[in-house]
């Protein structure tokens, strides 16, 4: 089940009022929405967006009673502008972005998101509608060493990523790499074994790397960050939760870029859950909320 990480912090943050227009940019299984929409009774509306296609198929059976007030496209958030003009949603107080993966792909997608299930290596959020039809397995299977050792170094900041890719190599040699089990074996046999013991899994930042090269994730936030500002109202507020150092580094460089222009910083430092959120949601451990309030281009908070 998804559980909303953060979710009492992000309303505290966006500050939902009567009649209000929201923009959840990955809106997933509905969570952080629903509560945004509870709070913008009777009459304010939600822009959700989702990449993946079967995400908004199933959240459009659980928002059946909000019809009239959530808009649901699949699109990729980096595209917002377009978004909204082609949907007119206007008027927008606040956005929430949250870049963590859903449950849903981790445990239904059969997309090989995760390292405990034996799944085809393809890792795309929208698999339905890829320009590139870049997957993992392609990457495993035909990038350089070069590449890979980057990838997972840059992307995952694993601290074997050139033994983990000349095992990929080696491997690839003798059979194409399929699936996430084989993936987890590679990793296994190129690590040492105190590294196999620790509290995160061994194969999880190799997971996560492929996974960011595969839907070029830091270029997309990138790219949707100032779109959120043009796109907020003067006092509209942008909440980014992040579970990456890299993630987390381009919104809090972001935001301050911002400060002698449009923004005021509402988060000195990231907000990160409470320790009784954490052992409800182990996944919410690595969560960072960090907001920014947009003001007028003459006035300056500092």
């Given at each position: 089940?998804?559980?909303?990480v953060l979710q009492k912090e992000v309303l505290q943050y966006l500050s939902p009022e009567p009649n209000e227009n929201f923009i959840d940019a990955t809106i997933s299984d509905g969570g952080h929405a629903l509560s945004i929409i509870d709070k913008t009774q009777p009459n304010g509306k939600l822009l959700g967006i989702d990449w993946d296609k079967e995400i908004i198929k199933n959240l459009k059976l659980?928002?059946?009673?909000?019809?009239?007030?959530?808009?649901?496209?699949?699109?990729?958030?980096?595209?917002?502008?377009?978004?909204?003009?082609?949907?007119?949603?206007?008027?927008?107080?606040?956005?929430?972005?949250?870049l963590g993966m859903s449950s849903w792909h981790?445990?239904?997608?059969?997309?090989?998101?995760?390292?405990?299930?034996?799944?085809?290596?393809?890792?795309?959020?929208?698999?339905?509608?890829?320009?590139?039809?870049?997957?993992?397995e392609r990457i495993l299977n035909y990038y350089s060493f070069l590449e890979i050792e980057k990838i997972l170094r840059t992307y995952g900041e694993e601290r074997f990523a050139k033994k983990i890719a000349e095992r990929i190599i080696e491997r690839r040699k003798i059979k194409p790499i399929e699936s996430t089990f084989q993936l987890v074996e590679i990793i296994k046999n190129a690590t040492p074994l105190w590294y196999h013991h620790r509290r995160i899994h061994l194969a999880t930042k190799t997971f996560q790397a492929l996974r960011i090269a595969v839907?070029?994730?830091?270029?997309?936030?990138?790219?949707?960050?100032?779109?959120?500002?043009?796109?907020?109202?003067?006092?509209?507020?942008?909440?980014?939760?992040?579970?990456?150092?890299?993630?987390?580094?381009?919104?809090?460089?972001?935001?301050r870029s911002r400060t002698s222009m449009d923004l005021k910083i509402l988060t000195k430092k990231p907000v990160r859950p409470a320790e009784e959120e954490i052992k409800i949601n182990p996944r919410a451990r690595s969560a960072k909320l960090r907001a920014a309030q947009k003001y007028a281009p003459q006035y300056n908070y500092e």
């Amino acid at each position: 089940m998804h559980i909303p990480v953060l979710q009492k912090e992000v309303l505290q943050y966006l500050s939902p009022e009567p009649n209000e227009n929201f923009i959840d940019a990955t809106i997933s299984d509905g969570g952080h929405a629903l509560s945004i929409i509870d709070k913008t009774q009777p009459n304010g509306k939600l822009l959700g967006i989702d990449w993946d296609k079967e995400i908004i198929k199933n959240l459009k059976l659980k928002i059946k009673n909000f019809e009239k007030r959530i808009v649901l496209v699949s699109d990729n958030f980096a595209n917002l502008e377009e978004i909204v003009k082609h949907t007119k949603f206007s008027s927008v107080q606040g956005i929430l972005f949250d870049l963590g993966m859903s449950s849903w792909h981790l445990e239904e997608s059969g997309r090989g998101f995760s390292f405990l299930k034996n799944e085809p290596l393809d890792m795309r959020y929208n698999s339905q509608n890829s320009l590139t039809g870049l997957t993992a397995e392609r990457i495993l299977n035909y990038y350089s060493f070069l590449e890979i050792e980057k990838i997972l170094r840059t992307y995952g900041e694993e601290r074997f990523a050139k033994k983990i890719a000349e095992r990929i190599i080696e491997r690839r040699k003798i059979k194409p790499i399929e699936s996430t089990f084989q993936l987890v074996e590679i990793i296994k046999n190129a690590t040492p074994l105190w590294y196999h013991h620790r509290r995160i899994h061994l194969a999880t930042k190799t997971f996560q790397a492929l996974r960011i090269a595969v839907n070029d994730e830091l270029n997309n936030l990138e790219r949707a960050l100032p779109q959120a500002v043009e796109i907020l109202k003067l006092g509209g507020r942008l909440a980014v939760i992040s579970f990456h150092s890299l993630e987390d580094r381009i919104v809090k460089n972001f935001y301050r870029s911002r400060t002698s222009m449009d923004l005021k910083i509402l988060t000195k430092k990231p907000v990160r859950p409470a320790e009784e959120e954490i052992k409800i949601n182990p996944r919410a451990r690595s969560a960072k909320l960090r907001a920014a309030q947009k003001y007028a281009p003459q006035y300056n908070y500092e």
